[in-house]
């Protein structure tokens, strides 16, 4: 019988050879799926493991059709992938999870549990049964846990500057990281302006997930320009310009906004369907007839008291004319045209207006209030957005170097966004214009935006912080082992292969940041085990040293650790709890 595994063959008379040859043969099938397996989530770890911590390396992805992305974020190089194997799917899912939860450390779950399922293998080559692995890594966890909790440091949400620092960390292993000293206090302000008042207010020390809804923040991408033109504004920006071929307003006061989902232009026929004209008079009643048809439209809609008009891109014909427009121009209406459907939502949520989706209900009930509603140049290009100024906050929006930048009233310097948020009326909505020189750079700042978003978000879910700097794993790793010593069995053999497991998160980041990995640990081992539980690998001092990350503003959500372990853990569990495969059509 394989000796890797604790099975016991029961010996009957005559039959015994045959239930041995049997358990065998399914101890052996057995152990190669769980190897297949471990070596399959194995190589999506290591494909992601060198792109870990500040000095991580970035990858360039070329998909099928041609198209070029680089990033370092793990949960976007794992999705890219398109891996068929289950295992590894497993682990392209954990990534996704860790992005749910927490937003950060998508590439830290996933080398954590990588490195638990080779600590598993050499368990299961030790004959260790894998059930009695899988109990061992789950009091391991849960230890792991309370060692976090002991380690964390409580936080105000009311400090603006520790959550800028905090988000300044979740930036550092980003391209745009010469960038966070803009995209951290931006994404610090947009998260406490859509979060609930009375759980930032509040002293509870956890909030449930509907706290924050991110998905009241928008994040749109202008080209042109630098990062440093990176705006956000309270409440919503349109990047499609006011039609202006007919002469219409490009600034509304006092505006009435409407949006429209069809079409101002004279009805057309099927496909099935010709009008033939035969003459010039028969002609000459049809557009007559045009005229009138669409003159009648634009008057139904200014008797409603409406002057701006936001218009649905359609994929089917022109949304407009120029006839209508001539109209909607001589009658004072703003005209947007081609806003996209997806945006249609964030817009009426945003603004407190209705979707019309036909002339039939077009009324004055379904139409949003808003104080100023103009067109405004993105910095000295000719680039322009159109920006929604509702109530007391078009007084607190000042124009700096031509960009619209909510302040505190205190200045011309960003502010808090949190103060403006008792004002009545105004829309709980973020917009954030992320301008980049080029469509990579925009689309990795968009990444890397939502990722300091989410990481602001745990902190007002569960406000307490860990060092980073892998002092977090070093120091659990130190107390397991050290709890390992108090335990008997297979079972302490298992809490220190899962301790040692987590000393690949500093061996990586030493790695590489161009470190001696063996030194550098020896050091974090020492200096945690003599109770420094903050000290960890700071890489800003030139040659790498070990020092206390706290005081070196160094910090993370305490929730993205204990996420990281936990999903890591489990996933580990699943993958090494599978003992067969089997493919149903």
Same mark, same amino acid.
């Given at each position: 019988?394989?000796?890797?595994?604790?099975? =016991?063959?029961?010996?009957?008379?005559?039959?015994?050879?045959? +239930?041995?040859?049997?358990?065998?043969?399914?101890?052996?099938?057995?152990?190669?799926?769980?190897? #297949?397996?471990?070596?399959?989530?194995?190589?999506?770890?290591?494909?992601?493991?060198?792109?870990?911590?500040?000095?991580?390396?970035?990858?360039?992805?070329?998909?099928?059709?041609?198209?070029?992305?680089?990033?370092?974020?793990?949960?976007?190089?794992?999705?890219?992938? @398109?891996?068929?194997?289950?295992?590894?799917?497993?682990?392209?899912?954990?990534?996704?999870?860790?992005?749910?939860?927490?937003?950060?450390?998508?590439?830290?779950?996933?080398?954590?549990?990588?490195?638990?399922?080779?600590?598993?293998?050499?368990?299961?080559?030790?004959?260790?049964? /894998?059930?009695?692995?899988?109990?061992?890594?789950?009091?391991?966890?849960?230890?792991?846990?309370?060692?976090?909790?002991?380690?964390?440091?409580?936080?105000?949400?009311?400090?603006?500057? !520790?959550?800028?620092?905090?988000? =300044?960390?979740?930036?550092?292993?980003?391209?745009?990281?010469?960038?966070?000293?803009?995209?951290?206090?931006?994404?610090?302000?947009?998260?406490?302006?859509?979060?609930?008042?009375?759980?930032?207010?509040?002293?509870?020390?956890?909030? /449930?997930?509907?706290?924050?809804?991110?998905?009241?923040?928008?994040?749109?991408?202008?080209?042109?320009?630098?990062? !440093?033109?990176?705006?956000?504004?309270?409440?919503?920006?349109?990047?499609?310009?006011?039609?202006?071929?007919?002469?219409?307003?490009?600034?509304?006061?006092?505006?009435?906004?409407?949006?429209?989902?069809?079409?101002? $232009?004279?009805?057309? =026929?099927?496909?099935?369907?010709?009008?033939?004209?035969?003459?010039?008079?028969?002609?000459?009643?049809?557009?007559?007839?045009?005229?009138?048809?669409?003159?009648?439209?634009?008057?139904?809609?200014? +008797?409603?008291?409406?002057?701006?008009?936001?218009?649905?891109?359609?994929?089917?014909?022109?949304? =407009?004319?120029?006839?209508?427009?001539?109209?909607?121009?001589?009658?004072?209406?703003?005209?947007?045209?081609?806003?996209?459907?997806?945006?249609?939502?964030?817009?009426?949520?945003?603004?407190?207006?209705?979707?019309?989706?036909?002339?039939?209900?077009?009324?004055?009930?379904?139409?949003?209030?808003?104080?100023?509603?103009?067109?405004?140049?993105? @910095?000295? @290009?000719?680039?322009?957005?159109?920006?929604?100024?509702?109530?007391? #906050?078009?007084?607190?929006?000042?124009?700096?170097?031509?960009?619209?930048?909510?302040?505190?009233?205190?200045?011309? $310097?960003?502010?808090?966004?949190? $103060?403006?948020?008792?004002?009545?009326?105004? /829309?709980?909505?973020?917009?954030?214009?992320?301008?980049?020189?080029?469509?990579?750079?925009?689309? %990795? +700042? %968009?990444? $890397?935006?939502?990722? #300091?978003?989410?990481?602001?978000?745990?902190?007002?879910?569960?406000?307490?912080?860990?060092?980073?700097?892998?002092?977090?794993?070093?120091?659990?790793?130190?107390?397991?082992?050290?709890?390992?010593?108090?335990?008997?069995?297979?079972?302490?053999?298992?809490?220190?292969?899962?301790?040692?497991?987590?000393?690949?998160? /500093?061996?990586?980041?030493?790695?590489?940041?161009?470190?001696?990995?063996?030194?550098?640990?020896?050091?974090?081992?020492?200096?945690?085990?003599? @109770?420094?539980?903050?000290?960890?690998?700071?890489?800003?001092?030139?040659?790498?040293?070990?020092?206390?990350?706290?005081?070196?503003?160094?910090?993370?959500?305490?929730?993205?650790?204990?996420?990281?372990?936990?999903?890591?853990?489990?996933?580990?569990?699943?993958?090494?709890?599978?003992?067969?495969?089997?493919?149903?059509?």
């Amino acid at each position: 019988m394989n000796q890797n595994y604790a099975t =016991t063959a029961v010996r009957t008379g005559n039959g015994s050879k045959g +239930a041995d040859t049997t358990v065998n043969a399914t101890s052996a099938k057995a152990r190669d799926v769980r190897l #297949a397996n471990i070596a399959a989530a194995k190589a999506v770890a290591d494909a992601v493991r060198t792109s870990l911590g500040p000095r991580g390396m970035d990858k360039m992805i070329q998909g099928a059709r041609g198209d070029v992305l680089i990033t370092n974020d793990g949960a976007t190089i794992l999705d890219r992938l @398109g891996v068929q194997e289950p295992a590894a799917k497993m682990l392209v899912n954990l990534a996704k999870s860790q992005d749910i939860e927490a937003g950060d450390g998508t590439t830290t779950v996933v080398v954590i549990c990588g490195a638990l399922l080779v600590a598993s293998q050499q368990l299961l080559e030790r004959g260790i049964h /894998p059930t009695i692995i899988s109990d061992a890594f789950q009091i391991a966890c849960s230890e792991a846990l309370r060692t976090i909790d002991s380690i964390s440091v409580p936080v105000s949400l009311s400090d603006r500057g !520790e959550l800028v620092k905090l988000a =300044t960390t979740a930036l550092n292993s980003k391209i745009v990281s010469h960038y966070a000293g803009l995209l951290a206090p931006i994404a610090v302000d947009a998260v406490l302006h859509v979060a609930e008042r009375r759980f930032i207010e509040g002293e509870e020390a956890e909030a /449930p997930p509907h706290a924050v809804d991110l998905g009241r923040i928008r994040v749109i991408k202008k080209l042109g320009g630098t990062l !440093e033109d990176t705006f956000l504004f309270p409440g919503l920006v349109l990047t499609q310009p006011v039609v202006k071929s007919a002469g219409g307003p490009s600034r509304v006061v006092n505006a009435q906004v409407a949006l429209i989902q069809f079409c101002l $232009s004279a009805p057309k =026929t099927d496909i099935e369907n010709n009008v033939i004209v035969q003459d010039y008079a028969s002609m000459d009643r049809v557009l007559r007839e045009e005229r009138q048809h669409i003159l009648q439209m634009c008057k139904k809609i200014k +008797a409603t008291g409406c002057n701006v008009l936001l218009i649905q891109k359609s994929i089917l014909r022109d949304a =407009t004319n120029d006839l209508s427009l001539h109209y909607l121009a001589k009658m004072k209406i703003m005209v947007v045209r081609d806003i996209e459907r997806d945006d249609v939502g964030f817009i009426c949520k945003t603004l407190g207006c209705v979707p019309i989706a036909g002339l039939d209900t077009f009324t004055a009930d379904k139409l949003a209030k808003i104080d100023v509603v103009e067109e405004v140049p993105l @910095g000295s @290009g000719e680039e322009k957005v159109v920006r929604f100024v509702h109530g007391p #906050a078009a007084a607190l929006v000042s124009n700096i170097n031509g960009l619209s930048i909510a302040t505190n009233g205190m200045g011309d $310097s960003p502010g808090p966004l949190a $103060s403006l948020s008792g004002i009545v009326g105004l /829309p709980q909505t973020i917009t954030i214009v992320v301008r980049g020189s080029n469509q990579l750079m925009l689309d %990795e +700042a %968009e990444r $890397s935006l939502h990722d #300091a978003l989410c990481v602001v978000r745990s902190l007002v879910r569960k406000r307490s912080l860990v060092p980073g700097g892998a002092a977090v794993e070093t120091e659990v790793s130190v107390r397991l082992g050290e709890w390992a010593k108090t335990l008997s069995g297979a079972q302490a053999y298992c809490v220190k292969s899962y301790a040692e497991a987590l000393e690949t998160i /500093p061996y990586t980041l030493a790695e590489n940041a161009g470190l001696n990995p063996i030194q550098v640990i020896t050091e974090l081992r020492n200096r945690h085990a003599l @109770g420094e539980k903050s000290a960890g690998i700071n890489i800003r001092r030139s040659g790498g040293t070990v020092t206390d990350m706290l005081s070196e503003h160094v910090v993370q959500p305490a929730l993205v650790s204990s996420s990281a372990f936990t999903l890591a853990t489990e996933a580990a569990r699943m993958i090494l709890k599978i003992d067969d495969i089997v493919i149903t059509r």
